[in-house]
């Protein structure tokens, strides 16, 4: 792996040298600002919502069951009843006790299931919104003669002039967050008793970052999994 990672910064390297114009993005902020991205927010978490409140149905429906296998199991246990009628009990109760592990493993696998769907519809809905992006920097890059257009965390330094990255959040229907602009006031002319030093102001906070997954993207998937680790005990 790492010598994959060494050979792509090489090639990088080298498409940087011999580009004579080239442009960088940031692409996690392409798509925070991407106007898919609040709908898209908004479907994964009504899923995740669904899937959880069927978890939750799931592990009542368990519970339930393994009370009364517990009560039947207490009554299996009453010296008073005949030994026919402590067999019988008894062997109810491995029966229930088989089916309840059985019913526990379903219902493992089934959510088990359910996270893999939330993840794979993060993906696809990333995807497209990712690739719609692509073509708005491949159509940008080619009017403006741009040779290469890279991601911008993938070089340790790069001008702020080469930055497209708000034209292209404009070209994909998006608004770019303001950017922070420091104010440098003149100091005062310096007198006997006191001198005034200049004033900074504090750059703003970027906004929430939506998850992306791949490895050309550059932000690790953060989407909630579904706990299901209490289902198997």
Known sequence: MKTVLTSL???????????????????????EAHPNTPNDKKLLETTLEDYSEERDALRAKL???????????????NPMLAPAKVAELKAKCEKAYMELEEQRMKAEEQMQARSRELSELERR????????VTE???A????????????????????EALDITDEIIALCGGK????????????AKATPKATTKAKSTQPLKAPAKFATAGEQAPVKQKLPVLDTTDLAE
């Open 9 to 31: 910064s090489a090639l990088m390297l080298v498409a940087t040298v011999c580009a004579s114009n080239i442009a960088v993005i940031d692409m996690e902020t392409i798509l």
């Open 63 to 77: 519970e339930e069951k393994q009370a009364a296998l517990e009560k039947m199991m207490q009554s299996a246990q």
């Open 125 to 132: 809905l990333i995807k497209r919104t990712s690739e719609e």
């Open 136 to 138: 708005h920097v491949k």
């Open 140 to 159: 940008y890059a080619k009017a403006k003669g741009y040779d290469a257009v890279i991601y911008k965390n993938m070089v340790p330094y790069v001008s």
């Open 176 to 187: 770019a967050a303001p950017k922070a602009e420091e104010t440098v006031e003149k100091p």
